[in-house]
């Protein structure tokens, strides 16, 4: 009974909460189930389940706030707090490094976020090795490794980007479907950095088109602001530049990422 126990609710965390967040899903109809599945958890006593669901419950909640009392990148609420957090268990520790990692993505400057990268390397995957965010995980420490590659020219972030970069081009071409347009992404990042310009352009907005077709909005949302970035800061084209950071904000905010819409909005 316990073993039935703990796989349905592993299944109903998978299905309700870890999927529709690593594709995108509207962050408020995410929201709904959490408590609900919290709840659950509780009664058939499965505790780290139940816990975490907490941690995905406050870092999608602060992804949805437009104020904060402490520093944006932080996992504290009333749902889950992270510095009274005296848990142990590595599945446990697994979702609470997940959540960590994103909202410091999404809520702090990219090159916070790659130095975090190089702090953590594969702790994820060792924590909680196979398991679907991984892929989300991985591509977003790229992203910011490349983002900071670009504005530094530090070579540490640079050889760290390429390094993920292979790892997702490996997974293409073993089959997996779920990360194709994560590939042209990171490839485009790629050629940009190496100065094949016309060529980086024609896989950003392969990648864009790939991510839309997906519906995975924090993704188009994500994907039109790197390529906004480029297009200022490599290229000095500003309204083309303005057109897809306005993109962005539209797909952030479909998403229900309030304080990343505020962060962009500034910059218009």
């Given amino acids: 009974m316990i073993l039935k126990s ?14 529709p967040y690593s594709t995108g899903k509207p962050i408020s109809s995410i929201l709904i189930d959490c408590p609900r599945i919290a709840l659950q ?9 139940a816990m975490a669901v907490r941690v995905m419950w406050q870092m ?13 990148t932080d996992l504290e609420g009333d749902i889950f707090s992270d510095a009274q957090d005296k848990e142990t268990n590595p599945m446990h520790l697994s979702f609470v490094h997940l959540a960590r990692g994103e909202l410091s993505f999404f809520h702090a400057d990219y090159e916070v976020t790659a130095k975090r990268a190089l702090e953590v390397g594969e702790r994820y995957s060792k924590l909680i090795p196979a398991y679907l965010p991984g892929m989300i995980e991985l591509f977003h420490r790229g992203v910011a490794l490349f983002a900071a590659a670009r504005r530094t020219k530090k070579r540490k972030y640079r050889v760290e980007a390429r390094r993920l970069a292979k790892k997702i081009e490996k997974w293409v071409s073993i089959g997996n479907p779920n990360v194709t347009y994560y590939h042209l992404f990171l490839t485009a990042e790629q050629m940009a950095l190496d100065k094949m310009y016309d060529m980086a352009e024609q896989k950003y907005e392969e990648a864009i088109e790939m991510a839309t077709l997906e519906g995975h909005l924090h993704h188009i949302g994500l994907l039109n602001e790197r390529y906004s970035d480029y297009l200022m800061e490599v290229r000095s084209r500003e309204e083309e530049s303005k057109d897809r950071l306005k993109q962005a904000i539209r797909y952030y905010e479909e998403w229900g990422a309030c304080w990343k819409v505020q962060t962009l909005e500034a910059r218009l």
């Fill in 60 to 72: 999608l909640h602060s992804l949805r706030q437009t104020s904060f009392h402490h520093n944006p």
């Fill in 6 to 19: 703990e796989f349905a609710m592993w299944n109903l965390f998978s299905v309700l909460i870890a999927i």
């Fill in 41 to 49: 958890c509780e009664d058939v006593s499965q505790t780290t389940h």
